[in-house]
């Protein structure tokens, strides 16, 4: 175990040299302890789930790799700056997140400013075309940190002052939430703070010095999800969260553009609506493209906001209901301005502007999906090597689940294959990173017996070769190999799993199963290639499979209102007697386990069947009900997911009261036969640690076999190394007590 355990992996692959030689990446050793202080950050302010411990560079010609010395704690964040000297990061090594920069000359490292900083999930530090100075979220000015400040909450003895927290909800239209507001009052101060109810937190976007470390607040007190600086670097504009519909559960956003050339900042705003809040400024600096999101019709918008008019307008309207992934993403504009490109329903779409004029690139029918669009290094334009007209994307194939990369000419619309094999390249969220002349392309990859690495391909894609080898110690490890089979869903619907067999696998042989499970409208099986085959479960599969263990991941669709529970084991029954029919599974040694919605999908199962030796239920639930109703106060509610998507119930519990209860897998644990398993963490804002309680004493008071792992202070997934540890080991033995 401990040489698949003790693995790193690049956490974060950061940043690429403008001069396309060194790129910088973080990852986790495991030996720096992360105290949570909620769902989302450190004690130290840092990003629970997006930090490591080790910043390392690396030569994209001779391989060599160097980890930057000096950094004692926590590190994410790594970005060059434009003439590629200066590696800028968050880090907590002085005891709490600030922004150091590294010196790739003179090999030094320091700190540039005093200020806390707030490193947020999806926004990164920014440098400004000049080089002489890095915009980065902080803490507003006379906070304590909002982790720390939540951390003291969470540990609050008796005072001589209140400490009471007020949440209030105001009267809004339906379709719409407001903002909640949470006040509070500590050392018998009323200052007002604000919190939003999604697990962020305020921060100020601010522009530090480099070579003095004068620290400017440009705007302040926001709920930030993008910002950048545009190409000419007289404004920075940003997103930021103003509320969330309540019929969806997505985000409402406001953009925010300030001219910074100002002493006072020149501020602009403009409602945007649904969108994913991030946007990409034009190569003139007077336009930003972003994608307003209309869920309710399936209609996504790419729609342009002005600078100099201080207005937006719509420059094309995708309609794609009926598609199963749909939702546009990230735009990207052309070098010349005069084209913008989204993936939307798994398409490339192309948007030519004066007129305005909307083109899909890729076939409707085309046996491939587009993950990604390559992009440049500066992460607005799309990459073109080569061929002017030309866009790259990363692609999946939907028979056999290979990743690949095409060439597309956006004159002809000619699709060339650069190239295509068994491995995965990461995900729309982690794209290739480029140099500033685009010759050095650097990318994630990975499959079911390599753990991720970085390689680079220098001109062409190609010609691809390693960069790093992050993962030494299991090289020679003897590890199971995965593959695709086919079955069919409730309603005859052609369906795919991803089957892990183990190593030394012998035909002729049954296996014991284990199922990792999550419902929902999810291609899992095209995580066939990834070392963790899910990422669900918090669990790498190869710790059965190197155990004698096959593991399956079955696609569990949702069909209808208030049939959850049915869905999903019928579901993952279909795919079980798949495996058995392949001759390849024992059917008397099955194990299931599932995180969060996998583990409702468990528990639903496990009522519904008996022929699961054990189960392990992660981060789950049984009561949609108390589910629906519940707050955190760092984290919100998710009523909107069970009454609107596919996971819902088609309405409240007001509405639908039987259908709430009909599908609590919590009313019927006396059908349970099989020993469960529970993980959980006590500060868990997302599936609250009550929901595993509820299942634990049900459980006990009817008599069956149940075991309760409650971890202290740990989130909705385990991030402390040693708990860690204790949950794959924990459950690895109670598999093997049933299943060997």
């Known amino acids: 175990m401990k040489r698949i355990v003790g693995t790193l992996t690049p956490g974060q692959y950061g940043s690429l040299s403008g001069d396309g030689r060194l790129v910088a990446y973080v990852t986790s050793s495991g030996n720096v302890l992360k105290e949570a202080a909620g769902p989302l950050y450190t004690t130290t ?6 930090s490591g411990d080790e910043l390392w560079v690396c030569d994209t010609k001779t391989k060599l790799a160097e980890r930057i010395a000096g950094i004692h704690g926590l590190v994410e964040d790594a970005q060059w700056s434009p003439d590629s000297k200066l590696l800028a990061f968050y880090s907590d090594a002085d005891g709490y997140a600030r922004v150091w920069l590294w010196d790739r000359t003179t090999r030094s490292l320091r700190r540039i400013a005093e200020a806390k900083a707030q490193p947020m999930t999806v926004s990164t530090l920014r440098w400004n075309p000049d080089g002489n100075a890095v915009a980065v979220l902080l803490q507003p000015e006379g906070s304590d940190g909002a982790t720390r400040e939540s951390h003291k909450l969470a540990q609050a003895s008796p005072t001589n002052h209140t400490t009471a927290v007020i949440f209030k909800s105001r009267k809004s239209p339906v379709g719409n939430r407001d903002q909640e507001d949470q006040e509070g009052t500590s050392s018998g101060s ?19 010095k480099i070579h003095n470390g004068e620290v400017r607040r440009i705007i302040v007190n926001r709920y930030v999800s993008w910002y950048d600086f545009s190409p000419d670097g007289r404004w920075i504009a940003l997103s930021y969260e103003t509320g969330i519909e309540r019929d969806t559960g997505r985000g409402l956003f406001t953009f925010l553009v300030a001219d910074i050339t100002n002493d006072e900042p020149q501020i602009e705003e403009q409602e945007i609506g649904s969108s994913w809040g991030f946007a990409a400024w034009s190569p003139d600096s007077q336009t930003l493209a972003f994608v307003s999101i209309d869920r309710t019709v399936l209609r996504g918008s790419i729609r342009l906001l002005s600078t100099a008019a201080r207005r937006s307008s719509t420059a094309a309207e995708l309609n794609l209901s009926g598609q199963e992934s749909w939702d546009p993403w990230y735009p990207l504009w052309s070098p010349d301005g005069k084209s913008i490109f989204v993936t939307a329903a798994k398409r490339l779409w192309m948007v ?10 890729t076939p409707e029918k085309w046996d491939r999906e587009v993950v990604t669009i390559v992009s440049n290094n500066k992460a607005n334009q799309v990459w073109c090597r080569g061929l002017a007209q030309s866009v790259t994307i990363a692609t999946n194939s939907k028979d056999t689940i290979e990743n690949g990369y095409y060439r597309i000419d956006t004159k002809s619309q000619k699709l060339t294959k650069i190239r295509e094999e068994r491995r995965s390249y990461g995900s729309d969220r982690s794209p290739p990173l480029t140099s500033e002349d685009g010759s050095t392309l650097v990318y994630i990859s990975e499959d079911e017996q390599h753990p991720p690495d970085l390689w680079v391909a220098h001109e062409d894609l190609s010609n691809v070769e390693q960069l790093t080898d992050l993962n030494p110690s299991i090289t020679d490890a003897s590890l199971g190999t995965s593959r695709i089979i086919h079955y069919l869903g409730l309603r005859g619907e052609p369906l795919r799993a991803a089957l892990m067999v183990p190593s030394g696998y012998i035909p002729s042989k049954r296996y014991p199963l284990v199922v990792l499970v999550y419902p929902g409208p999810y291609k899992r099986s095209e995580q066939a290639h990834i070392f963790d085959l899910d990422q669900s479960t918090g669990i790498n599969a190869q710790l059965f499979a190197t155990r004698g263990y096959a593991v399956l991941v079955p696609e569990v669709p949702l069909y209808a ?56 239920v992660y981060a789950g639930f049984g009561d949609l009900i108390g589910q629906y109703l519940t707050f955190h106060p760092e984290t919100g509610s998710d009523e909107a997911n069970w009454e609107k998507t596919s996971a819902g119930m088609g309405g409240s519990p007001w509405e639908y009261r039987d259908r709430y209860v009909e599908n609590s897998p919590i009313m019927y644990l006396d059908k349970i036969v099989t020993p469960v398993l529970l993980i959980h963490g006590s500060n868990d804002q997302k599936v609250a640690v009550e929901m595993a309680d509820q299942v634990f004493v049900g459980l006990r008071r009817l008599g069956k076999e149940v ?34």
Request: hydrophobic share 40%; with cysteine; proline share 3%.
């Open 45 to 50: 302010g840092m990003r629970l789930h997006g």
């Open 190 to 208: 009323d200052d007002k703070k604000e919190y939003r109810l999604q697990g962020q937190y305020p921060a100020d976007v601010a522009l530090i």
């Open 352 to 361: 030519h502007l004066e007129p305005n004029t909307l083109i899909a690139l």
């Open 561 to 616: 209102p208030g049939m959850q529970m049915k869905d999903m084991a019928r579901g993952v029954d279909n795919a079980v007697s798949k495996t058995i029919e392949l001759g390849i599974v024992d059917p008397a040694r099955l194990a299931i386990m599932g995180h969060s919605s996998g583990g409702f999908a468990t528990l639903a199962t496990i009522c519904l069947t008996n022929r699961f030796k054990a189960a392990v």
């Open 707 to 740: 075991e309760y792992h409650r971890y202290s202070g740990e989130a909705h997934s385990l991030a402390g190394t040693d708990n860690l540890i204790d949950y794959w080991e924990s459950t690895i033995k109670w598999v093997e007590r049933y299943c060997k």
